[in-house]
Protein backbone atom coordinates (compact mmCIF):
# COMPACT_ATOMS: atom_id res chain seq x y z
CA UNK A 1 0.00 0.00 0.00
CA UNK A 2 1.39 3.59 -0.96
CA UNK A 3 1.75 6.02 1.83
CA UNK A 4 1.51 9.86 0.40
CA UNK A 5 3.41 12.57 2.47
CA UNK A 6 2.48 16.72 1.50
CA UNK A 7 4.74 19.01 1.45
CA UNK A 8 5.50 23.00 0.12
CA UNK A 9 2.60 24.46 2.07
CA UNK A 10 3.38 27.94 3.87
CA UNK A 11 1.62 31.55 4.18
CA UNK A 12 2.20 33.63 0.78
CA UNK A 13 0.47 36.93 -0.32
CA UNK A 14 -1.62 37.23 -2.55
CA UNK A 15 -0.47 37.51 -6.54
CA UNK A 16 2.17 34.92 -5.28
CA UNK A 17 2.70 31.08 -5.97
CA UNK A 18 3.47 27.83 -4.15
CA UNK A 19 4.82 24.23 -5.43
CA UNK A 20 3.61 21.69 -3.35
CA UNK A 21 4.89 18.15 -3.14
CA UNK A 22 3.64 14.71 -2.65
CA UNK A 23 6.26 12.02 -2.05
CA UNK A 24 5.14 8.11 -2.09
CA UNK A 25 6.13 5.37 -0.72
CA UNK A 26 5.90 1.98 -0.13
CA UNK A 27 4.80 1.35 -3.71
CA UNK A 28 5.62 3.01 -6.95
CA UNK A 29 3.44 6.06 -7.76
CA UNK A 30 2.56 5.74 -11.58
CA UNK A 31 0.99 2.57 -10.96
CA UNK A 32 -1.85 5.21 -9.22
CA UNK A 33 -4.07 7.73 -10.19
CA UNK A 34 -3.52 10.60 -8.08
CA UNK A 35 -5.00 13.90 -7.67
CA UNK A 36 -4.84 16.68 -5.37
CA UNK A 37 -7.65 17.97 -3.53
CA UNK A 38 -8.35 20.72 -0.99
CA UNK A 39 -10.81 21.59 2.17
CA UNK A 40 -11.81 24.93 3.14
CA UNK A 41 -12.76 25.85 6.43
CA UNK A 42 -16.68 25.10 6.49
CA UNK A 43 -16.41 23.68 3.39
CA UNK A 44 -16.39 20.41 1.38
CA UNK A 45 -13.27 18.85 -0.45
CA UNK A 46 -12.92 20.01 -3.57
CA UNK A 47 -11.32 18.28 -6.71
CA UNK A 48 -8.24 20.38 -8.50
CA UNK A 49 -6.85 17.54 -10.35
CA UNK A 50 -5.65 14.40 -11.39
CA UNK A 51 -2.53 12.94 -13.05
CA UNK A 52 -3.50 9.65 -14.63
CA UNK A 53 -1.82 6.41 -14.66
CA UNK A 54 -0.85 6.94 -18.37
CA UNK A 55 0.46 10.35 -17.77
CA UNK A 56 -2.69 12.23 -18.60
CA UNK A 57 -4.08 15.26 -16.47
CA UNK A 58 -7.09 16.64 -16.21
CA UNK A 59 -8.57 19.50 -13.54
CA UNK A 60 -11.82 20.41 -11.96
CA UNK A 61 -12.79 23.13 -14.09
CA UNK A 62 -11.64 25.80 -16.49
CA UNK A 63 -10.11 28.46 -13.81
CA UNK A 64 -8.26 25.26 -12.03
CA UNK A 65 -6.73 24.65 -15.39
CA UNK A 66 -5.78 28.10 -15.67
CA UNK A 67 -4.19 28.85 -11.98
CA UNK A 68 -2.84 25.25 -10.96
CA UNK A 69 -1.01 22.51 -13.15
CA UNK A 70 0.02 19.04 -11.80
CA UNK A 71 2.79 17.45 -12.62
CA UNK A 72 4.87 14.22 -11.69
CA UNK A 73 8.53 13.24 -11.49
CA UNK A 74 8.66 9.50 -11.65
CA UNK A 75 12.19 9.22 -10.51
CA UNK A 76 11.10 10.88 -7.22
CA UNK A 77 7.84 9.35 -6.88
CA UNK A 78 6.59 12.37 -6.75
CA UNK A 79 3.64 14.29 -7.67
CA UNK A 80 3.28 18.35 -7.74
CA UNK A 81 0.95 20.86 -7.56
CA UNK A 82 2.01 24.39 -8.85
CA UNK A 83 -0.04 27.17 -7.73
CA UNK A 84 0.03 30.63 -9.39
CA UNK A 85 -1.74 33.82 -8.83
CA UNK A 86 -2.89 33.09 -5.39
CA UNK A 87 -6.06 34.21 -3.68
CA UNK A 88 -7.05 34.22 0.21
CA UNK A 89 -9.84 32.14 -1.48
CA UNK A 90 -7.24 29.79 -2.23
CA UNK A 91 -6.58 29.11 1.67
CA UNK A 92 -7.17 25.73 2.56
CA UNK A 93 -5.71 22.26 3.45
CA UNK A 94 -4.50 20.94 0.70
CA UNK A 95 -4.01 16.89 0.06
CA UNK A 96 -3.12 14.20 -2.10
CA UNK A 97 -4.16 11.21 -3.06
CA UNK A 98 -4.54 7.73 -4.79
CA UNK A 99 -6.25 5.31 -6.20
CA UNK A 100 -6.03 1.77 -8.08
CA UNK A 101 -9.46 2.27 -9.72
CA UNK A 102 -9.25 2.07 -13.77
CA UNK A 103 -10.46 5.33 -14.36
CA UNK A 104 -9.40 8.30 -12.66
CA UNK A 105 -11.87 10.57 -11.15
CA UNK A 106 -12.13 13.66 -9.06
CA UNK A 107 -14.41 12.51 -6.39
CA UNK A 108 -13.00 11.84 -3.25
CA UNK A 109 -15.02 8.97 -2.13
CA UNK A 110 -13.00 7.10 -4.78
CA UNK A 111 -9.28 7.60 -3.22
CA UNK A 112 -8.52 5.31 -0.10
CA UNK A 113 -4.90 6.59 0.68
CA UNK A 114 -4.34 10.18 1.54
CA UNK A 115 -1.64 12.22 2.73
CA UNK A 116 -1.75 13.97 6.01
CA UNK A 117 -2.79 17.55 3.89
CA UNK A 118 -0.52 20.48 4.17
CA UNK A 119 -1.79 24.32 5.13
CA UNK A 120 -1.53 27.07 2.50
CA UNK A 121 -2.50 30.40 3.77
CA UNK A 122 -2.88 33.29 1.03
CA UNK A 123 -2.88 36.83 2.65
CA UNK A 124 -4.57 39.68 1.22
Known amino acids: QVELVESGGGSVQAGGSLRLSCTASGDTANRYHMAWFRQAPGKEREGIGV????????YGNSLMEAQFTISRDTAKNTLYLQMNSLKPEDTAIYYCAATLLQYPSLAPHDYDTWGQGTQVTVSS
Open 51 to 58: FTTRGGRF
